[in-house]
């Protein structure tokens, strides 16, 4: 009989993004060994083409891979519209065919329709995220009447990335991308780049109660525990031992700073070597 293999789960992103979806996963599912990538060297993905960001995809599964994860979700939008399906379909079945590869459009896209009311759900993202089309294509196979309204949000990571999420500048900005979505009458917003999530307290301020907002951290989460519950094979092979371990592609202070801030405790991350 085949032995089997335990192994933790791998949450990837360029940068900072995946944290705020790794600490609702660590929330809701303790217990579990994780694994967390940024490839901070060559964030941020969003103004890239399609076929970088879709390169660097494939090299940091694979690391996370090599690293033993039996699941890896790639806590990304940029990364999980521009790359994910071509991943899941060739990467995957070529080198490592009982493994999974998750991504986050589908789940945050099924919560928006489940709470919308108006079906005008608006989504917040990069400009590669908003190029790629991703999201409207999604949508119109889970529901064709409903409707979304794309704004491209390019200075939000730069601004995570600068731990600067709180200023007076960074609020301005984000008002210049909000308005033109509350004009266009939405109802539900997804903060669909995983970056914004560390913003969702003052979207909340600006847009007021009447929109709701669909932050893909939770959502992720749960959409994972939902996942293993309906997959006992893949559940039974996750190492159930508590602790994450970080890997940047670029080892700054700033990481550990910010990093720490953002989960609230420290961050220290070893140094991963990405295309080898
Ligand atoms: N956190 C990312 C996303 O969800 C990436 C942003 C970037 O690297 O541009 O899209």
Same mark, same amino acid.
């Given at each position: 009989?085949?032995?089997?293999?335990?192994?933790?789960?791998?949450?990837?992103?360029?940068?900072?993004?995946?944290?705020?979806?790794?600490?609702?996963?660590?929330?809701?599912?303790?217990?579990?060994?994780?694994?967390?990538?940024?490839?901070?060297?060559?964030?941020?993905?969003?103004?890239?083409?399609?076929?970088?960001?879709?390169?660097?995809?494939?090299?940091?599964?694979?690391?996370?891979?090599?690293?033993?994860?039996?699941?890896?979700?790639?806590?990304?939008?940029?990364?999980?519209?521009?790359?994910?399906?071509?991943?899941?379909?060739?990467?995957?079945?070529?080198?490592?065919?009982? $493994? =999974?590869? %998750? #991504?986050?459009?589908?789940?945050?896209?099924? +919560?928006?329709?489940? /709470?919308? *009311?108006?079906?005008?759900?608006?989504?917040?993202?990069?400009?590669?995220?908003?190029?790629?089309?991703?999201?409207?294509?999604?949508?119109?196979?889970?529901?064709?009447?409903?409707?979304?309204?794309?704004?491209?949000?390019?200075?939000?990571?730069?601004?995570?990335?600068?731990?600067?999420?709180?200023?007076?500048?960074?609020?301005?900005?984000?008002?210049?991308?909000?308005?033109?979505?509350?004009?266009?009458?939405?109802?539900?917003?997804?903060?669909?780049?995983?970056?914004?999530?560390?913003?969702?307290?003052?979207? $909340? =301020?600006? %847009? #007021?109660?009447?929109?709701?907002?669909?932050? +893909?951290?939770?959502? /992720?989460? *749960?959409?994972?525990?939902?996942?293993?519950?309906?997959?006992?094979?893949?559940?039974?092979?996750?190492?159930?031992?508590?602790?994450?371990?970080?890997?940047?592609?670029?080892?700054?202070?700033?990481?550990?700073?910010?990093?720490?801030?953002?989960?609230?405790?420290?961050?220290?991350?070893?140094?991963?070597?990405?295309?080898?």
């Amino acid at each position: 009989m085949k032995r089997l293999v335990k192994g933790p789960i791998g949450i990837f992103d360029s940068g900072f993004g995946g944290i705020s979806v790794l600490k609702e996963i660590e929330r809701i599912l303790p217990g579990y060994r994780y694994i967390y990538l940024g490839d901070t060297a060559r964030a941020p993905y969003g103004t890239r083409s399609m076929e970088v960001v879709h390169t660097f995809t494939e090299q940091a599964v694979d690391f996370l891979f090599k690293q033993g994860c039996r699941i890896v979700i790639i806590a990304c939008n940029t990364a999980s519209a521009e790359a994910l399906r071509k991943v899941q379909q060739e990467y995957l079945p070529k080198h490592f065919p009982d $493994r =999974r590869v %998750l #991504g986050v459009v589908v789940p945050a896209l099924e +919560e928006a329709v489940r /709470v919308t *009311r108006s079906g005008r759900i608006g989504v917040l993202a990069t400009g590669g995220t908003v190029r790629s089309g991703k999201f409207p294509r999604e949508l119109r196979k889970i529901d064709k009447n409903m409707h979304v309204v794309q704004q491209a949000a390019p200075l939000l990571v730069p601004l995570v990335e600068e731990g600067e999420y709180r200023s007076p500048a960074a609020m301005l900005i984000l008002r210049k991308y909000l308005v033109p979505l509350k004009r266009a009458g939405i109802d539900t917003l997804i903060l669909a780049c995983t970056h914004y999530g560390h913003f969702e307290g003052a979207i $909340r =301020r600006e %847009l #007021g109660s009447r929109i709701k907002i669909v932050s +893909e951290g939770k959502v /992720v989460a *749960r959409k994972l525990k939902e996942y293993l519950a309906r997959h006992p094979e893949m559940a039974v092979q996750l190492e159930r031992r508590r602790g994450t371990v970080f890997y940047t592609t670029d080892l700054t202070e700033r990481f550990r700073v910010i990093g720490a801030a953002l989960l609230g405790r420290p961050v220290r991350p070893k140094k991963a070597v990405l295309g080898s």
